[in-house]
């Protein structure tokens, strides 16, 4: 990946995301598509490529470049977050005996809300599902990095030098957050000696993402019609998620608290 990707004016960053068939509303604009310099200098080992998404064909070519040499290629996202309790939940389901909901989705009536960060692996078609019990911040997104590649991402890849992340431009994991690239350096690059790439999608273009159709979709499918009584029946059921086509999936609880609002200061951006 070099300059001619991303440092391009403005007319033809449009250019190329038309050309990829994504488009843009009036709440959208592309102003920057260059890299973060600066972060460069301050995190040598986590590059995140442009602020206002990346065209799909240049993420495109980071993956089979990634791929081609042998290195894992993870995409990453917080699925929809879920009221436990007595509540109804979409979808149909076969039981002699209907169970009884609540007639109103009340937080204030819910045993907690689960925040899902799920991880999926494109090349071994595997998921990690890490089910939060506190706020989705750059924090929980970047421990929930690490569990994966403590348990199976390095494991799976022995000799990995580097790590592409596919993720959605905003969120806790967005393109803005320093938090979230605070975290992958302490955690993933200095923890492990790994050079992380972050390929943001362009804004509106987040159902592009991988693990939207391969991994959160068939989680939905899994529990559509069963009422997530507690934290347990969240990862049971997300445990048994499994296709035909060979994917299955992990799913770890993490009972840690996240403040929200916590920012990376410049001196800790530098060290």
């Known amino acids: 990946m070099d300059a001619r990707h991303c440092g391009q004016g403005r ?3 449009f250019g190329g995301l038309r050309h990829q068939r994504v488009g843009h509303d ?6 920057d598509a260059g890299i973060f310099p600066e972060k460069q200098q301050e995190m040598p080992f986590v ?3 442009c602020r206002a998404g990346l065209p799909v064909g240049v993420i495109k070519s980071l993956r089979e470049d990634f791929v081609a040499g042998g290195e894992p290629v993870i995409s990453a996202d917080t699925k929809k977050k879920e009221l436990i309790g007595q509540f109804k939940n979409a979808g149909r389901t076969w039981h002699r005996e209907a169970k009884k909901v609540k007639d109103h989705d009340f937080r204030s009536e819910a045993e907690g809300i689960a925040a899902p ?13 890490v089910v939060g019990r506190s706020a989705d911040t750059p924090e929980f997104a970047g421990n929930s990095i690490l569990t994966w590649w403590q348990l199976h991402g390095r494991n799976d890849y ?3 030098k580097r790590l592409l992340i596919l993720a959605d431009s905003g969120g806790s994991n967005g393109a803005a957050p320093k938090m979230w690239k605070k975290h992958l350096q302490e955690k993933i690059a200095d923890g492990y000696g790994l050079e992380v790439t972050v390929a943001h999608y362009p804004p509106g273009a987040s159902k592009w993402n991988t693990i939207e159709h391969r991994m959160f979709s068939e989680l939905s499918k899994n529990w559509a019609g ?4 507690s934290f347990d029946t969240v990862l049971n059921y997300a445990n048994g998620t499994a296709t035909k086509n060979g994917l299955h ?3 770890y609880s993490d ?17």
């Open 11 to 13: 007319g033809a960053v």
């Open 26 to 31: 009036g709440g959208t604009v592309a102003r």
């Open 47 to 49: 590059r995140t490529f």
């Open 117 to 129: 960060y799920g991880i999926y692996d494109i090349q071994r078609n595997f998921g990690a599902l």
């Open 158 to 160: 022995p000799g990995a």
């Open 226 to 229: 069963i009422p997530l009584e």
């Open 249 to 251: 999936i992990a799913a």
């Open 255 to 271: 009972p840690g608290e996240y403040a929200k609002g916590i920012k990376a200061t410049k001196a800790e951006l530098k060290n």
